[in-house]
């Protein structure tokens, strides 16, 4: 059986209402929900936790560099530089929100696909 998440997003018909709860668009841009594991043994997508994206890094939760780490995994999933995600709220949270600017079809199924 197809989730039909799974299925919006890969065929393109991705529209707001097909998206996981921790995946929205805003124009042109993505919102991605993380929770956010810092301090893991390794940077991985490891699913959902609730209506957030479950993002593991092994960056300490210090000076930035656990959401450093998470903007550069997402980016890297999508196949863009890290320069195309911004952090958009929650800095010292363990739940925070990520933009990917200019995020295509491409990157929402993958995204979907990692988790």
């Known amino acids: 059986m197809t989730d039909p998440d799974r299925a919006a ?23 991605v929900r993380v929770k956010a594991v810092p301090g893991a043994s390794r940077d991985s997508i490891a699913g959902t936790l609730g209506d957030r994206l ?17 903007c550069a995994l997402l980016a890297a999933a999508c196949a ?15 739940q925070k929100s990520f933009r990917i600017h200019s995020a295509d079809a491409g990157c929402l199924a993958k995204l979907v696909q990692l988790a």
């Open 80 to 94: 863009l530089p890290t320069r195309s995600v911004t952090l958009e709220s929650g800095p010292a949270q363990a």
């Open 54 to 70: 479950k993002v593991r890094v092994s960056a300490p939760p210090e000076g930035g560099r656990a959401n450093a780490a998470i």
């Open 9 to 31: 997003v890969a065929d393109g018909s991705g529209d707001a209402a097909a998206l996981p709860a921790w995946l929205s668009r805003q124009g042109a841009d993505v919102i």
